[in-house]
């Protein structure tokens, strides 16, 4: 997006989304990108709620892609 600025923690978990070619689960991306859950987790549902990763639940659990 033309103007639009990540910061460091939106870089990393789009980067982890992006290499890993599969949806990933909230406690999945943290530990790959090395960012606490609660930081993930609150990240995802910005970059959600701004288009920039799709949802998706499957039995009790969230799944995250780009």
Do not use: C, D, P
């Amino acid at each position: 997006m033309l103007g639009f600025r990540y910061n460091l923690y939106e870089e990393r978990i789009l980067k982890t989304l992006n290499l890993a070619f599969r949806s990933l689960t909230t406690r999945q991306i943290a530990s790959f990108s090395g960012i606490s859950y609660n930081t993930v987790k609150a990240y995802l549902e910005k970059l959600h709620g701004n288009n920039l990763v799709i949802k998706s639940k499957k039995g009790n659990k969230i799944f995250w892609k780009t």
